[in-house]
């Protein structure tokens, strides 16, 4: 099955505390996006990544880092700098930045 | 960064009756897509608009742009319980290679 897949479906943080998402793709995808959504809200985008190696911030990008060492993975970390991280992360890719992205089912972060 | 602008922020109608979702933007575009997010679940995509198209359908989908008032609607007819969702559109620039940008989406609830 070709799909993108995100784990945990939800993870508890506590303060202090930096914690990973994966996100891996089998789509043979060059790029992939990460997004943070807040209940009722849009998707605001943290870190993108056109090709290994290389990733690019966002528009809420503080508080976070990704990294891009293989294609098919763009992990995620939330770190402690993230004052206010409870809320849903989205990862996505795509073969180009314009084209039609493909979803993954989404991480619920939560803080104790 | 908020390219697309949904309007209205909620929807909620009877089964059978049509729904009709508009996104505005302010600056050129290659293309316009629109997505669908089921309640906790990642977006999924509907139908891509392209800049040089007015109208495009898909199924009980029926998506227009006009490009002078940058601006797009999306019309779905009929509806069913199981249309029940968030829909958003999303914009990329005309020039530059970067990534599409999310509106903040029209929340459909229709009634059985």
């Known amino acids: 099955d070709g799909g993108i897949t995100q784990s945990p479906k939800y993870l508890f943080r506590k303060e202090g505390q930096n914690v990973t998402l994966s996100c891996e793709q089998n789509?043979?995808?060059?790029?992939m996006y990460w997004y943070r959504q807040d209940p009722g809200q849009g998707l605001r985008l943290i870190y993108y990544?056109?090709?290994?190696?290389?990733?690019q911030k966002g528009d809420i990008a503080e508080g976070y880092s990704v990294s891009r060492e293989k294609k098919e993975s763009f992990p995620l970390t939330v770190t402690s700098a993230q004052k206010n991280p409870t809320a849903f992360y989205l990862c996505?890719?795509?073969?180009?930045?314009?084209?039609?992205?493909?979803f993954g089912p989404g991480t619920r972060l939560l803080v104790l | 960064s908020q390219q697309g602008e949904e309007d209205p922020q909620a929807l909620s109608i009877q089964e059978g009756e049509n729904a009709t979702m508009n996104c505005s933007y302010k600056?050129?575009?290659?293309?316009l897509q629109w997505y669908r997010q089921n309640s906790g679940r990642g977006l999924v995509h509907l139908i891509l608009?392209?800049?040089?198209?007015r109208e495009k359908h898909s199924g009980r989908l029926r998506v227009t742009l006009d490009t002078s008032k940058k601006s797009s609607s999306l019309l779905i007819t009929a509806s069913r319980a199981a249309d029940t969702a968030s829909y958003f559109c999303?914009?990329?620039?005309?020039?530059?290679?970067?990534?599409?940008?999310f509106g903040k989406g029209t929340r459909l609830s229709v009634i059985a």
């Open positions: 600056t050129s575009i290659n293309n």
């Open positions: 789509l043979n995808h060059d790029a």
């Open positions: 999303a914009t990329d620039h005309l020039a530059g290679n970067t990534p599409l940008v």
């Open positions: 996505a890719s795509n073969r180009a930045a314009r084209e039609t992205q493909y």
């Open positions: 608009i392209r800049s040089n198209e």
């Open positions: 990544s056109q090709i290994v190696n290389d990733f």
